[in-house]
C-alpha cells in the first residue's frame, strides 16, 4: 500500500509541474454543465442510502466559485443527515468540506485537473461522520469520444485521516473512479464505476450507477442516479440520488 502511496504523490507532484495552457471553456472536456470548472455553480441533491443496520439520508448544499483565470475552481460542501436505524432516528449537521481544483493542462479535446479536499470533524452525532480530519488529493483526466458526444472521466483519489477522535477508526482509501456521459440535445446519460480499497480494513468499498438527466432551462440542470455498492466492505447495499444544478 506504501508503494501506490508513494506513486499517487509522485504522479501529483510531478504534473503540478506541467504549464498550463490556458483556459478553452467552451470547447474543453471540463467545461460540459455537469462536469464544470469555470461557471459558479450551486448543486442541491438528496442522497438515499439503505445500509444493513437501517437507512440514511443526506441533503446537501455543494457551491464551486470558479477564481483567477478559471483554472482554479473553490469547492464548499455542507451536508444535513437523517438516520433511521436501530441506534438512533434523528437529523443533524454532518462533516463540511472545503476544496480546490486547479486545472494545469486543458485542450479541446482533452485535460488534466487537480484536486485536495479537506473533511473536518464537525458531525453532530459520531454517527454521521468519521470522527477525523481528512484529506482527499486527486488527479482527473478528462477526454472527449466520439466528436464530443461522449465525455469520459477517470479520477484516482487517496483520501486520509491526520486528526480527530482517537477512538475512531484511522482512514485509508484509494479510488479509482471511471465515468463516461453521452450528451444528446438537452438530455444526457452516465454510468460510473468506483473502485475503493481500504487498506484498514483490508477490504474494497466499490460501487456503480446510471445517471439520467436534462438540461430545463439555459442554466438549471436536473438529475437522478440510482446506485449499487458492491465488494467485501461495502458501506452500503443501494442507493438513489437526486440534484438540481444551477449555473450562473
Known amino acids: 500500500m506504501k508503494k501506490i502511496q508513494l506513486l499517487f504523490i ?57 477564481i483567477g483565470n478559471k483554472s482554479w475552481n473553490l469547492r464548499f460542501d455542507l451536508p444535513l443527515i437523517s438516520a433511521s436505524t436501530n441506534a438512533i432516528n434523528k437529523t443533524a449537521i454532518g462533516d463540511v468540506g ?38 482527499m488529493p486527486a488527479i482527473f483526466y478528462g477526454k472527449y469520444m466520439n466528436e464530443k458526444k461522449f465525455l469520459w472521466i477517470s479520477s484516482l483519489e487517496y483520501q486520509t485521516s491526520f486528526a480527530g477522535s482517537s477512538s475512531r477508526s484511522d482512514i485509508s482509501v484509494i479510488a479509482y473512479e471511471n465515468v463516461l456521459f453521452h450528451f444528446f440535445g438537452k438530455n444526457w446519460i452516465a454510468g460510473d464505476v468506483a473502485f475503493r480499497y481500504n487498506s484498514i480494513l483490508d477490504g474494497f468499498q466499490n460501487n456503480a450507477y446510471l445517471e439520467f438527466g436534462r438540461k430545463i432551462t439555459p442554466n438549471n440542470l436536473v438529475y437522478v442516479h440510482p446506485s449499487a455498492a458492491f465488494g467485501g466492505e461495502k458501506t452500503y447495499n443501494f442507493g438513489i440520488e437526486a440534484g438540481l444544478l444551477i449555473l450562473f
Open 98 to 135: 472545503a476544496g480546490i481544483s486547479y486545472i494545469p493542462f486543458i485542450q479541446n479535446h482533452n485535460g488534466i485537473a487537480l484536486r485536495a479536499r479537506v473533511y473536518a470533524n464537525t458531525a453532530a452525532d459520531p454517527n454521521f461522520g468519521t470522527g477525523k480530519w481528512v484529506v
Open 10 to 66: 509522485f504522479l501529483f507532484l510531478v504534473t503540478t509541474l506541467i504549464n498550463a495552457q490556458g483556459t478553452v471553456e467552451s470547447k474543453s472536456p471540463f467545461s460540459e454543465p455537469r462536469y464544470n470548472y469555470f461557471l459558479k455553480t450551486l448543486i442541491f441533491f438528496n442522497e438515499y442510502l439503505d445500509t444493513d443496520n437501517g437507512s440514511f439520508n443526506t441533503t446537501q448544499l455543494r457551491a464551486l466559485v470558479p
